[in-house]
């Protein structure tokens, strides 16, 4: 299902500019498979019963109620309208509604409040900003209006670090519908035209109009007798900033003569009007598309418009394109009023419009999984004993036919040697061949930039299974370990939440942090926040990573699980969230836990000189252990201003991992614990929600955890005793 958010066209009722966008895609999209939606306060409405009335901009009450929980994943929601002038919470719904499992589409018409924020209102400013930099978080695709709006908004979401997919553009519609008048003598109207020759202007009377250069151009122009008879009509509703312009129209002494403003034209007004002029004048600060521009060439009527604007682009060519001063402009009215040229403008009507949107929509719905076939193991490794052993393990899964290695150069030479007479076709590429030649320190990102760069390059399958040379398979595989038999994708995690990832606490690595950076963007972004740095193979569609990790790339997360669960949100028909088949992860477990996985399939880092199986079998015998000693961990708790474990004493095997959760009723301004000469401290953000003793810090003997914390000005003190069963 595709749900359109036409809330702001429907609490304002305009029928111009983003409006009347909205209404003209509305009358052709609207379906059983597409949806009108508005939204007041958190509530959801289908108005799709009342669309004949919303085509009026007449007013009503929704009256079908729409609840969330109806949405399903993989639905399409797609804000087409003016979204930061609502009154709602925008970022609560829209945050609700991704949480949904919808694929969230953003129409983008322009950026001005942004890029050029001297015409735009300063609460414009302020709630377009804060609109946009929540859209840049939780919306998936964005379709623009003109290549040139594409443009601006790839420079900006770059300049705030914020990556989005490549953007789709779609042409705006023409041809001007037929209503009514605005009033009842509106017709009359037409009647006021001035006789003969006369410029038109379309658009609201606001500062990035640029009237004021249009009022000078007409100025100059009836300054000459040969085009002193000339007429100016400007059409547009009154908008913000504008007194001085305002009082300079009302003062001119053409003014209800020659020179007319005409602020409610109907429709078929303005479609007259277009018919009758002599030329247009477009000549905006910005714009990110110029319906005037276009509606106006569509019925052969010149026009003149701002250079390197947007409008030059959607006039085709066809549009006389101008310096904004006075003296430049009168000279392209003079010359066009005296020799109209012929204009082969190929007009796009709103039918032709609609199309264009149903094919984008079209890309992004369920579509069937395609066959995959999967016969290339793909790894980065400058460990040549370890990547043999890897590769040797591939005997286990006879589907892999080929195997790519990148490599730094250095290792190249020993690499192809060692493999050359392998039974698997073994392709060596290096780091140079990719055009890298410097790579970054930290863990995430270095890995996400050599994947993004390997995953490019034609040598590269469109589905591959991606090896780390640690991995290993323990017994025969098929390709159902990765691919369902409906054709889905397995995509294997072993944390449901990576919220509770603990790390290897009390000391975090780099790798650490890279899983909090990417829990922290996925839970920002309203993504899922399972944790698939499995270690262990994993199924990669190739076009899909490149997507994914050219947006994420300026992060610095990791990028197994940035991916799936990206991949999954986007494509729930082809991707399936599964329990990760590996033995070896935890490598211990002294600091985090999760299931224990139900089939072993891999060993990830496995030790030398130890029967597979065997290893295999003891490792998952341990993490089931430890897991179900997980409910007798003592809990830190905070209460009435009292601080105590509970239980304040615990018995446990030696060398034993304590973890402690920490419950509070009031804020923490600091903590801190002491144990066998580990001393902690922590203060406000930066309270952690656990204690971590890990297993390898302590004796063998029994020992005391001290605890402090300080809230509200007054330090508490807590004592945990272990003791060690013999």
């Known amino acids: 299902m595709i749900y359109l958010n036409v809330s702001n066209s429907h609490r304002t009722r305009a029928k111009t500019g983003i409006q009347r966008v909205v209404r003209e895609l509305s009358r052709r999209l609207a379906g059983p498979d597409c949806r009108l939606v508005v939204i007041q306060g958190t509530q959801l409405y289908d108005i799709s019963e009342q669309l004949d009335a919303f085509l009026l901009a007449q007013a009503f009450e929704p009256s079908t109620a729409l609840p969330l929980e109806q949405l399903q994943p993989g639905d399409l929601f797609f804000d087409i309208d003016a979204s930061w002038g609502d009154l709602y919470d925008y970022p609560y719904m829209m945050r609700a509604i991704k949480q949904q499992g919808c694929i969230m589409l953003r129409m983008h018409y322009d950026a001005v409040p942004v890029l050029h924020p001297q015409y735009s209102h300063p609460n414009t400013v302020y709630r377009f900003s804060e609109n946009l930099a929540e859209g840049l978080l939780l919306f998936d695709h964005w379709v623009c209006i003109s290549q040139t709006v594409k443009r601006d908004l ?30 009842s ?47 100016l009509v400007l059409v547009g509703k009154s908008g913000w900033n504008n007194d001085a312009l305002v009082q300079a129209i009302q003062n001119h002494p053409r003014y209800g003569k020659q020179l007319l403003w005409l602020k409610d034209a109907s429709d078929a007004e303005l479609d007259a009007l277009y018919r009758a002029a002599s030329l247009c004048l477009c000549l905006s600060h910005y714009e990110g598309y110029g319906l005037p521009a276009v509606e106006a060439l569509a019925r052969q009527l010149p026009v003149i418009c701002t250079q390197g604007s947007a409008m030059q682009e959607a006039a085709q060519g066809q549009a006389t394109a101008v310096a904004l001063q006075p003296q430049a402009v009168c000279q392209a009215m003079k010359t066009l009023l005296l020799h109209r040229p012929e204009i082969h403008f190929q007009p796009i009507s709103w039918d032709d419009s609609a199309e264009q949107m149903r094919q984008i929509l079209a890309r992004l719905r369920p579509a069937p999984p395609e066959p995959i076939h999967i016969r290339q193991a793909v790894y980065i490794s400058i460990r040549k004993d370890s990547l043999l052993r890897s590769i040797d393990s591939l005997a286990h899964a006879p589907f892999i036919t080929q195997v790519v290695v990148l490599t730094s150069d250095a290792m190249q030479p020993a690499l192809q040697t060692l493999f050359q007479d392998h039974r698997l076709d073994v392709r060596i590429h290096t780091e140079s061949e990719i055009g890298l030649t410097a790579l970054p320190e930290d863990h995430q990102e270095r890995n996400t930039l050599l994947r993004r760069q390997l995953y490019q390059q034609d040598f590269i399958d469109p589905h591959f299974l991606a090896f780390d040379d640690d991995y290993v398979v ?23 939440d990576g919220k509770h990832w603990l790390g290897a606490l009390p000391r975090p690595t780099s790798f650490d942090a890279g899983l909090w950076r990417t829990v922290a963007f996925l839970d920002g972004c309203a993504y899922p926040r399972r944790l698939y740095n499995a270690h262990q193979p994993q199924l990669i569609d190739k076009a899909l990573a490149s997507q994914i990790l050219q947006r994420t790339q300026a992060h610095r997360l990791d990028e197994w699980s940035s991916y799936f669960n990206i991949a999954c949100h986007l494509r729930p028909w082809a991707f399936t969230p599964v329990r990760y088949a590996t033995a070896g992860w935890p490598a211990n477990f002294d600091s985090w836990l999760c299931p224990a996985p139900e089939a072993l399939h891999f060993y990830n880092d496995l030790p030398e000189d130890q029967d597979w199986a065997q290893a295999a079998k003891q490792w998952h015998e341990q993490l089931q252990q430890a897991n179900a000693s997980w409910d007798a961990y003592p809990r830190l708790i905070l209460r009435d201003g009292q601080l105590a474990f509970h239980p304040a004493q615990i018995h446990l095997q030696r060398h034993p991992r304590v973890f402690a959760p920490v419950l509070s009723d009031q804020p923490i301004d600091a903590l801190g614990y002491q144990f066998h000469g580990e001393n902690r401290n922590f203060t406000w953000p930066h309270i952690p929600s656990f204690l971590v003793a890990p297993g390898h810090r302590t004796t063998g003997s029994p020992y005391t955890i001290t605890a402090h914390i300080t809230s509200g000005g007054k330090t508490l003190e807590a004592q945990l005793h272990v003791m060690l069963q013999a």
Do not use: C, M, W
């Open 154 to 183: 790839l420079q900006l979401a770059q300049d705030l670090g914020a990556g989005i997919f490549e953007p789709q553009v779609f042409d705006l519609g023409s041809d001007i519908p037929t209503s009514p008048p605005a009033q």
């Open 185 to 231: 003598d509106a017709a009359a109207s037409l009647q006021r035209i001035p006789p003969g020759r006369f410029a038109l202007a379309v658009g609201t009377i606001e500062p990035r109009k640029n009237y004021e250069l249009v009022l000078a151009a007409y100025d100059a122009l009836v300054q000459e007798p040969e085009f002193s008879d000339v007429g």
């Open 474 to 496: 323990l017994h025969p595989i098929g390709p159902e370990v990765f691919v369902q038999q409906d054709g889905r994708q397995r995509a294997h995690f072993y944390e449901e």
